[in-house]
């Protein structure tokens, strides 16, 4: 059974690592965000790198209310179809099933065999006291106690993949719209970490814009006006080209990451 978790990360790098640990032995891979974290967690997502099948920065001025949508959106385009089962934990918790005597992946496997699409969880808060033993490598393990937080609702942590159905897209028409117009150069935007490169581009009317992506997700380079141009996916490692006749300037994004912006200028 393949199963994915998700960590969307903001300054809690003291218990990153525990988190990482925690679902690797659970048998999942890791997709982490961290969302303009100050303390020490770019050094622990860094030293856990090989841990993790995709690690991103995204920048703290991007709106906290868009960052699940964004990641859900990342989801269904890139990891749903691989996968038989999600694990969305907040990044301070350990998922864990009803007993501890079997692992979190064991009962997966059993709620996965079952007619449930998904799993809601108890909030427990838990602490560290001196009475842990620290000699124990497993953070669940190591500690032993817990106490049900009041007055609080289960929540939905972990789902069947196949429950996370892609959302009908807008097709694109084509993979570029031009007007007709002789190109008088050509010029490039890469994209890398998430990120257009060079932030604002600056062309002439009718020049030739290819779009190349480096990272190994799809991305799209999307006018904000919705009409003037729009890449399509670019799967990685490939280019697109982006015509545009009218003078203008025109400011894009990325539709799978709506957190990517970038502007062309056209004269
Ligand atoms: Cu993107």
Known sequence: MKCLGVLLCYNDGDLLADSIAYLREQRHDIVLWDHGSTDNTAEVVARMRGELLEASFIPGDFDFYELYPAM????????????????????????????????????????????????????????????????????????????????????????????????????????????????????????????????????KSGTKVTVTNNDSTAHTATSNDGSSFDTGDIDPGSSKTITVSKPGTYAYHCTIHSFMHGTLVVQ
């Not at 005597?101 to 064991?106: F, V």
């Open 72 to 203: 859900s959106r990342h989801m269904i385009e890139n990891y749903v179809r691989q996968y038989d089962w999600i694990s969305w934990p907040d990044q301070d918790e350990f998922l864990e099933g009803p007993s501890r005597s079997r692992t979190y992946y064991d009962s997966l496997v059993e709620v996965s065999d079952s007619d449930c699409d998904w799993i809601e969880f108890n909030n427990v808060t838990y602490w560290f006291t001196v009475a842990d033993d620290p000699s124990v490598a497993s953070a669940p393990g190591r500690i032993r106690h817990y106490s049900l937080f009041p007055d609080c609702a289960p929540r939905i942590r972990s789902w069947r993949a196949s429950a996370t159905r892609p959302s009908p897209r807008t097709p694109s028409s084509t993979g570029s719209s031009s007007q007709p117009s002789a190109p008088s150069s050509s010029d490039a935007v890469t994209i890398s970490n998430f990120k257009f490169s060079p932030g604002t581009e600056t062309v």
